[in-house]
């Protein structure tokens, strides 16, 4: 009699414990694929910025005896346009090394011209202002 009920008590016990842990993998299984949803929503909507920023790259002003950005990446086919906002005047002239066949040379423009390329060929085109040698730029043209 006694040997019957500590039976029934560890099959009780072995029941409950199975539906606890049972429970806790569940909703454990499910706030994964949560985080997962959540993180490929995350992924997505960081790649249409960095899509967006590319896109918006394509106007860089000259400043202050700068390019900003000096830096940028563009798909093949886009016109990057330099705008000088500086009173002093500023040119957009490749580098001598940049072996890249397409070349950037504007005159000096003045404050408010622009001067605009479109660039047919992926590659890294390196340049610089003529009369500032210290103000450089990069425009990275991918496929
Ligand atoms: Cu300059």
Redesign the pocket.
Known sequence: MKDKKSLVLILVVVAVVVIVVGAVLALGGNKKSDQMGSMQMTNTDTSQATKEAAQSTNAIN?KN?AFDPSNVTVKVGTTVTWTNQ?S????VTSDDSDTNTMKLESKLLSKGETYSVTFTKAGTYTYH????TY?KGTVTVTE
Do not use: A, E, L
């Open positions: 000259i005896y500086d002093i005047g500023h040119t202002c003529t009369p500032h103000m």
